[in-house]
Every structure is written in structure tokens, then in C-alpha cells.
């Protein structure tokens, strides 16, 4: 049985950080309101014309350098990101150009938020068919081009960045357990509503959200998704070693993490640096874990996204 692993993660931030004081010059907002409200701190911040495929290109290459292979090794590009860098060709396949690479298959996935676990889950299913040996699997987002700046109650919540994983073919398991679902009728509690027609973006191309609504579904679907997920494989809870739920607040992650039972210890948080980075918060959180040591081989580790569409879903994995 051929099953799918992760030996590598990668991550990039732009360099440009924004903290939530100097964000509160433009805007009427607080550093006390936005740590207690979410536990941010700062956010990065891309550069005029620093796009997506740049992101994920210095994410990929540490990937890939951390799992011991070359460019030329990869078969399949997956990227998750909501904001690629034209209508298309996608981001994948500008970013397989960048890499050099000159074979296989490149796609974009876009599921919002619950984007990285979507393309895990794809591209998991790829390696197990043997239909591909070593893919990228990259979530990267530019939120900032999106964002209303002067609407307080959601630009202080997100910010930019890429995360990458190297996932191959592999005798032992890696992907245990994936588990994805969708619920188009919430689609309005948060969107990004603009499109291109005729040459110009009708309706309106910025981020708009019902921050409340988003926060209860997102709690109540985040800690079904984890029991159902483990319990498919027969674990508990407390099995689990590390827990990377999206970054979008810090309070979600502590909520669901109580009602789970699970120790702060294991749950991931880095929305504190890193803001709300969408698609690519969770890979993100997960080469921080790596790096840190929180992550070491053997440990089980459930990765879950949740976000616009609504989509979410959970990978129940063995690092
Ligand atoms: O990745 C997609 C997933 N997204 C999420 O998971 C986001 C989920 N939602 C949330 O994280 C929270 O709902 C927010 C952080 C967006 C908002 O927190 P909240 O505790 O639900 O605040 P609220 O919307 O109920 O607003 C409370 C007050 C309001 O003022 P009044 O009406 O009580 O006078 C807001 O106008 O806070 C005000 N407010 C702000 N004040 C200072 C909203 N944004 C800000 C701000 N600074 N940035």
C-alpha cells in the first residue's frame, strides 16, 4: 500500500511587518482591542509587486531544501490561495515556472480559508492512486489587495504569506485521515464579492464579513469536523501531540480547543505574528511547529481550516 508523507516545510513572510499601533494611526482601532479581541499583534505586509507566486517560491524552496530535494523531483504543484497573481494562468503554474520545473501537473485550489487542507487532501489522494510521486503543496495568500482599509472591522485581521510542504509517496502512513465539507448557503457571512467583466472589477473587490456569524459556525463546525476526523481512525483526543487549527483568532483556537479537552501546550498559535494569512496560515503555523520543535516525527497532528464558501475540514496526519 503506497500511502503519502510530509518531509518537508517551508514558509515565507513578507518583510514588511505592520503592527497594530501603527495600524491604528489610519484606522479607529487600538492595540488593546485588536490583542483581546483576536491576539493579534502584527502582520505582514507584501510588497508593491510582490505577488503570490513570489511568496510561494521562497516558501517551496525551503521545502523543499528541508526535505532533501530538488525541483526537478516534483510532479505535482497544488497551491491554495484565494488571491493569485492574474485571473489565470494559475498561481501553481506561474510558481512551477519560477521553480523550474517542467513536468507534471500544477492546479490552484481555491476553498478560502480551508484551502491548504483541501489541497493536502487532494493531493494525499494523488500520491496514494500512484498517479504522482512528489508533490508541493503550497497555501499563499496576498490579503492585504484585498482588504478595505478603513473598515476596522476587518482589515486589522489579516495579513500576507506563504507556507509550503513536500508530500511523497511513502511505505509508511503520513495522511491518516481527510475529511472535507462545504455549506455554499452561508456563502454572504463572508465574501470577497467584486469580479472582472468588460474590462472592469464590478461589485465591490474587498473583503466584507459577519465576524460574529463567522466566529459560531467556525467553533461549532471546527470541533465536529476534529471528532468525527479522529474518531474515523478510532483515536481520542488526547492521541493527538500538536493541534494547527487555522489562525483567524486566537479565541477560536482556545474555544475549540477547551471543548476538545485539549491542552494549550498542544494547540499551535501564531496568529499573534502572523495575522489571519487565509489559505496560508496553517502551513505557516506548521513550519513554525516544525522548526520549533513542537512537531517531531511520530507525532500526530490534526491540521483543520475553516473559512469562506463556507468550507472546512480536517487532516488527521502522522508527522
Ligand atoms: O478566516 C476567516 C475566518 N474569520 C474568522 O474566523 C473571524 C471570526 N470572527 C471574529 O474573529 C470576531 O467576530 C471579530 C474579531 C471579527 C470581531 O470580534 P467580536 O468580539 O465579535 O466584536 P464585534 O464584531 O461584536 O464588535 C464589538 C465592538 C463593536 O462596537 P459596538 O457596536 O459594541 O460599539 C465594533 O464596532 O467592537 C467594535 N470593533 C472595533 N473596535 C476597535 C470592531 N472592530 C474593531 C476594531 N477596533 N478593529
Redesign the pocket.
Known sequence: MTYSRITGTGSCLPERVLTNEELSRT????DA??VE??GIRQRHIAADGEFVSDLALRASRHALEAAGRKPEDVDLIILATSTPDMVFPSSACLLQAKLGVTRGAAFDVQA??SGFVYALATADLYIKSGAHKCALVVGAEVFSRILDWKD???C??FGDGAGAIVLEASDEPGILESQLHADGRHAKI?NTPGHVCGGSVLGDPTLK?D??A??KL?VRVLEESARATLGARGFAVADLDAYIA?Q??V??ISFVGKRLGLPDSKCIVTVDRHA?T?AASIPLALDVAVRDGRVKPGHLVLLQG???GFTWGSVLLRY
Open positions: 484606522v479607529d482601532t487600538s482591542w485588536i479581541r483576536t478560502v480559508c476596522r472591522g476587518t486589522v485581521l463572508l464579513m465576524g460574529q463567522v466566529f467556525a487555522h483567524a483568532n479565541r477560536i489571519n487565509s475553516v473559512g469562506g
